[in-house]
């Protein structure tokens, strides 16, 4: 099943959140599946239509303040009507005293409720990047990422066609090394991802003849990232004479990953080419895209654009003839 465990957003952010389980110690195990948090306040008033239990549910001074001026018969119908839609759990803010009826319902029904010592809206900002990053889509790509000129550049291809030489000859040059081998790729939303090393092969390469290397003890921590979203994809592949590659830049290939497309170059590979260069000159040409300038573009232009003139002089000249 998707999400996260009651039981586990407890113990992630129990300090940070100043959490305190208060009942339903039995629904500890249920499972929250949606980033957004949601406040209590049209509930209490009867209308839970739209409450989803698989969200957190947040009660503060505003929700509280007017659930103390309903009369006591349709508070513990409120609360009765709450507690049958099964919630992963509610969180009420600032410390506030909770009602012996909620905590009494709750505990019938194993609906976890904690109490935290913040603010709703600090609540709600805390709460909210932290189930955004534990609830992202992820996956996992055999390759290498660079951070190149602010560029997050993936770098894909077969196996022993040279990426991590590639990568390494680019750390020399400056540029930071994010993940070798294999890149942990995360989905925020809207449509960013973001990239990162595997704990256990964090700031290592390997380099085939030489062996396993540590670039941050290497070349420090400035040659180093520990995460950076991917912007650009390059794929290195073997050079086949028999293959058109793309010389003008006009074909834009994309490269999918959780559903989101990035920029992709197929760049060929021949001894003697200097791949180095030519990625930071793809990363330099993608900071040009990104103001508003395409290369390929501006030269399609120019071309067409002295066909035209050359097209009207040959006309006028065609017309004095004549």
């Given at each position: 099943?998707?999400?996260?465990?009651?039981?586990?957003?407890?113990?992630?952010?129990?300090?940070?959140?100043?959490?305190?389980?208060?009942?339903?110690?039995?629904?500890?195990?249920?499972?929250?599946?949606?980033?957004?948090?949601?406040?209590?306040?049209?509930?209490?008033?009867?209308?839970?239509?739209?409450?989803?239990?698989?969200?957190?549910?947040?009660?503060?001074?505003?929700?509280?303040?007017?659930?103390?001026?309903?009369?006591?018969?349709?508070?513990?119908?409120?609360?009765?009507?709450?507690?049958?839609?099964?919630?992963?759990?509610?969180?009420?803010?600032?410390?506030?005293?909770?009602?012996?009826?909620?905590?009494?319902?709750?505990?019938?029904?194993?609906?976890?409720?904690?109490?935290?010592?913040?603010?709703?809206?600090?609540?709600?900002?805390?709460?909210?990047?932290?189930?955004?990053?534990?609830?992202?889509?992820?996956?996992?790509?055999?390759?290498?990422?660079?951070?190149?000129?602010?560029?997050?550049?993936?770098?894909?291809?077969?196996?022993?066609?040279?990426?991590?030489?590639?990568?390494?000859?680019?750390?020399?040059?400056?540029?930071?090394?994010?993940?070798?081998?294999?890149?942990?790729?995360?989905?925020?939303?809207?449509?960013?991802?973001?990239?990162?090393?595997?704990?256990?092969?964090?700031?290592?390469?390997?380099?085939?003849?030489?062996?396993?290397?540590?670039?941050?003890?290497?070349?420090?921590?400035?040659?180093?990232?520990?995460?950076?979203?991917?912007?650009?994809?390059?794929?290195?592949?073997?050079?086949?004479?028999?293959?058109?590659?793309?010389?003008?830049?006009?074909?834009?290939?994309?490269?999918?990953?959780?559903?989101?497309?990035?920029?992709?170059?197929?760049?060929?590979?021949t001894p003697g080419r200097n791949l180095t260069t030519i990625i930071e000159v793809a990363a330099r040409n993608h900071l040009l895209k990104i103001m508003?300038?395409?290369?390929?573009?501006?030269?399609?232009?120019?071309?067409?654009?002295?066909?035209?003139?050359?097209?009207?002089?040959?006309?006028?000249?065609?017309?004095?003839?004549?």
């Amino acid at each position: 099943m998707s999400g996260i465990s009651v039981k586990e957003f407890e113990q992630d952010c129990r300090n940070e959140l100043d959490l305190i389980l208060m009942a339903g110690h039995e629904g500890i195990g249920k499972r929250i599946t949606e980033s957004q948090v949601q406040k209590m306040g049209l509930a209490l008033t009867g209308f839970t239509r739209y409450t989803n239990p698989n969200r957190i549910q947040i009660i503060g001074n505003t929700e509280l303040a007017y659930y103390n001026t309903l009369d006591s018969h349709y508070k513990e119908e409120v609360i009765d009507k709450i507690c049958s839609l099964n919630l992963s759990c509610v969180v009420v803010t600032r410390n506030l005293q909770i009602p012996e009826i909620l905590l009494k319902k709750a505990d019938e029904k194993g609906i976890p409720i904690f109490r935290s010592s913040l603010r709703s809206f600090q609540f709600i900002e805390k709460v909210t990047k932290y189930l955004e990053e534990k609830l992202a889509l992820t996956t996992s790509i055999h390759g290498v990422l660079m951070d190149i000129f602010g560029v997050g550049v993936l770098i894909v291809g077969k196996s022993g066609i040279g990426k991590s030489e590639c990568a390494l000859d680019l750390i020399i040059k400056g540029h930071r090394l994010v993940a070798d081998d294999m890149v942990h790729i995360r989905k925020r939303p809207p449509n960013s991802l973001i990239g990162s090393g595997f704990d256990v092969i964090q700031h290592h390469m390997e380099i085939r003849g030489l062996g396993i290397i540590n670039i941050r003890n290497l070349f420090g921590v400035e040659a180093i990232r520990e995460r950076k979203k991917i912007e650009l994809v390059v794929e290195l592949v073997d050079w086949n004479a028999n293959q058109e590659y793309d010389r003008l830049g006009f074909e834009e290939e994309k490269y999918s990953i959780l559903g989101v497309e990035l920029p992709m170059l197929r760049i060929p590979v021949t001894p003697g080419r200097n791949l180095t260069t030519i990625i930071e000159v793809a990363a330099r040409n993608h900071l040009l895209k990104i103001m508003g300038y395409d290369s390929a573009l501006e030269f399609e232009k120019r071309l067409l654009h002295r066909i035209e003139e050359k097209g009207r002089e040959k006309f006028e000249t065609e017309g004095e003839i004549e």
